[in-house]
T-cell receptor
Framework: QQQVKQSPQSLIVQKGGISIINCAYE??????FPWYQQFPGKGPALLIA?????SEKKEGRFTISFNKSAKQFSLHIMDSQPGDSATYFC???????????FGGGTRVLVKP | NAGVTQTPKFQVLKTGQSMTLQCAQD?????MSWYRQDPGMGLRLIHY???????DQGEVPNGYNVSRSTTEDFPLRLLSAAPSQTSVYFC???????????????FGPGTRLTVT
C-alpha cells in the first residue's frame, strides 16, 4: 500500500494564485518531510523540507504546513508563476533515514 | 562539480536482454540510491548503498542487481529485462547533515528505459 498519499494528481492555477498540494502519511515513525520539484526531462530537486517539531516552514513563496495529529502536510505556492509549472512530490523518511518514501506526484500548470 | 551523472539517457531493450545503467557522483557522498519513476506512483526505491562495498534492497528490488566498488560509482544491472521494467530510472546521492540527522539527496537527470 502507498504509505504517502498525495492529492490532487494535477492542478491548474492562474498566475498570481495559490497552489495547494496535500499529503497524508501512515507511518508515525516518519520524521522528515521534504518536497521535491521536477521539471520535464530532469531529476527531482529538493524544494523545501520540514520536521515534525514545527507546524510551518516558509521559504520565499513556498510554505509547508504540518499537522502531526492528523498525519498530514501540505505545500502552498503563493503568487504562483508560470515558471512554477512542474511536478511536485512530497516524501517522508524515518529518523536518520536515507530512504525516501514518495507520494504519487502533482502536476502543476500555472496559466499566464 | 558535475553532481550526479547517469548514462545512457535513453535505452530500448528487448525482453530477456541484460544491461547496466551507469551512475556516478563527484561529491564524495557516502550514500547512493536507485529509484524508478512510474506515472502516478512517484519514485520507488530499488536498491541503496551506505558506502563502498555495502548495498541493501529497497522497496522494489526484484530483477535488479547493484554493487558499489568505489564511492563514486553505483551501477544498476537489469539481469533479464521485462516489459514491467519500462520506467524512468533515477540515481541519487546524499550525505548526512551532521548535527541534524538529515540526508539531503541529489538526483541525476534520469535514464528512460523501454523494454519491448
Amino acid at each position: 500500500q502507498q504509505q504517502v498519499k498525495q492529492s490532487p494528481q494535477s492542478l491548474i492555477v492562474q498566475k498570481g494564485g495559490i497552489s495547494i498540494i496535500n499529503c497524508a502519511y501512515e507511518n508515525t515513525a516518519f520524521d522528515y518531510f521534504p518536497w521535491y520539484q521536477q521539471f520535464p526531462g530532469k531529476g527531482p530537486a529538493l524544494l523545501i523540507a520540514i520536521r515534525p517539531d514545527v507546524s510551518e516552514k516558509k521559504e520565499g513563496r513556498f510554505t509547508i504546513s504540518f499537522n502531526k495529529s492528523a498525519k498530514q502536510f501540505s505545500l502552498h505556492i503563493m503568487d504562483s508563476q508560470p515558471g512554477d509549472s512542474a511536478t511536485y512530490f512530497c516524501a517522508a523518511s524515518k529518523p536518520a533515514g536515507n530512504k525516501l518514501t514518495f507520494g504519487g506526484g502533482t502536476r502543476v500548470l500555472v496559466k499566464p | 562539480n558535475a553532481g550526479v551523472t547517469q548514462t545512457p539517457k535513453f535505452q530500448v531493450l528487448k525482453t530477456g536482454q541484460s544491461m547496466t545503467l551507469q551512475c556516478a557522483q563527484d561529491m564524495n557522498h557516502e550514500y547512493m540510491s536507485w529509484y524508478r519513476q512510474d506515472p502516478g506512483m512517484g519514485l520507488r526505491l530499488i536498491h541503496y548503498s551506505v558506502g563502498a562495498g555495502i548495498t541493501d534492497q529497497g522497496e522494489v528490488p526484484n530483477g535488479y542487481n547493484v554493487s558499489r566498488s568505489t564511492t563514486e560509482d553505483f551501477p544498476l544491472r537489469l539481469l533479464s529485462a521485462a516489459p514491467s521494467q519500462t520506467s524512468v530510472y533515477f540515481c541519487a546521492s546524499s550525505y548526512l547533515i551532521r548535527g541534524r540527522g538529515l540526508y539531503e539527496q541529489y538526483f541525476g537527470p534520469g535514464t528512460r528505459l523501454t523494454v519491448t
